[in-house]
């Protein structure tokens, strides 16, 4: 009778009922009151069944507060690192001038807007003399920020000494213009997707999709949910792989409820000429370079499906013309 109790236990958790028949039909010919022990039996096993899933559920929730605190403190780390004020960066790039020409005494950030920098250099020079230099000078700032300068102003005084102030100015390399197609799957019912494109800073550009499950209200609702919590959190200058985690433990804590979604994200630095990509369970974006193209694809799972996410960073060079297809099914 033991074994045959093992065997039904084994068939239980199985869910094989063809097997489960068969031997309550044994236990009926060697226990008189075989349905109380099969009754018992049935409590035992959800019984057992209710305490695996209190502890895996348990388990999963402090694997994913432990990976949350290890991505704020990666974020935490990244804030102080790049806490640069204006002074620190003036006389760092003040360094780099008077390294080459000792006359340059002082830097000023007009602004300090990437693609849009205004900076002022003064040296003890007159206007003449650094005009033969101009194209130097240029070229040492475009090395060293990575953009393109040009001379906007010069201006020359005697007050004190004799010394000339150049104004530069930076722009950006590229522009971006777009159009979005959208269509629900049936006619007559309300399509899941929702994106957003917007500018994040001056050259930056921001592109977002999701797209909920189903074709209903709800799943709109839930990509726009998406959409707002990852623009709140780029407002706030928080990584875009620490915000999707982020969200994705937002939708899989709440364990009511089956609630996941694809999302994608991608960065354009029109300075740069370079496209950013992050994808949760997204389709292929595809990169359209006259006869060419090139496929951007990723196997991470989609927010909030699965108990384990992560998620990588795909990272393309553009070209002028190039065409970014972003598209969800």
Known sequence: RDRIMQHWHLYKSANQQFELIKLEEKLSRKCVKHERLIEEMTFKSLEDRISRQFYHGKKMIALQLQDFTMHLEQLMYAMQQNALTYEQTEDLLLSEISSQYSSCFQVDFVSEIAGARVIKLYFSQTKKELLKNELNIVEQLNNYFGEVFHLTAIEESNKLFVHSVLQFESRMRFEVAYDVFNKSKVSGTVSGDAHSIFTIREGLVGILLSDGMGHSYKARAESEQLINWMRSFLHYQIQPETAMHTMHYMLSLK????????????????????????????????IVRGDSIFKVDSYSPPIGAMPHFSVEMNEHDLKSHDMIFIVSD
Request: no cysteine; charged share 20%.
């Open 255 to 286: 364990s009511t409820l089956d609630m996941y979604a694809t999302f994608d994200m991608g960065l354009i630095d029109l300075q740069k000429g370079r496209l950013y990509s992050w994808k949760a369970g997204g389709m292929s974006t595809y």
